[in-house]
């Protein structure tokens, strides 16, 4: 399955980013979105697809996912990720259930592509808690 965007810039850094299902401002700019939170939206998107499908199967419902996700880039060049923190905080879960979604959230960050693709240039660190 092929993933296409379009990008179209002015004569300097403000654009528009356009995907199958919406549009979102890159660039300096208040509200626009830079490369890295474009990486890092799509790690927690991603990882976030994952776990759900795994939850969805094991018939595990909860009342939300929040997704807190920090990347530390190397000083060196090429600056690619040093660290990325994906602390996960999951609302509503039933307490029975809390053991089956943490053998969830591991598969989902064995499974999700970004988070594996990422974690070839850095540390990643999945965090997760519960909130009732």
């Given at each position: ?24 401002q ?70 029975d ?16 592509s970004?988070y ?17």
């Amino acid at each position: 399955m092929a993933t296409k965007i379009k990008m179209v810039f002015d004569n300097q850094l403000h654009g528009i980013l356009t995907g199958h299902h919406g549009s979102a401002q890159v660039g300096p700019a208040e509200g626009a979105l830079n490369p890295y939170d474009m990486i890092l939206g799509g790690l927690g998107g991603c990882l976030n697809h994952t776990l759900q499908s795994i939850l969805d199967k094991k018939k595990i419902k909860v009342q939300g996912i929040h997704y807190d996700i920090e990347g530390e880039k190397r000083r060196e060049a090429p600056t690619t990720l040093k660290q990325v923190d994906v602390r996960v905080q999951v609302r509503g879960a039933d307490e029975d259930a809390k053991g089956a979604i943490e053998k969830a959230f591991d598969l989902a960050t064995r499974y999700c592509s970004v988070y594996q693709t990422l974690s070839k240039v850095a540390t990643m660190n999945p965090e997760l808690t519960f909130e009732d």
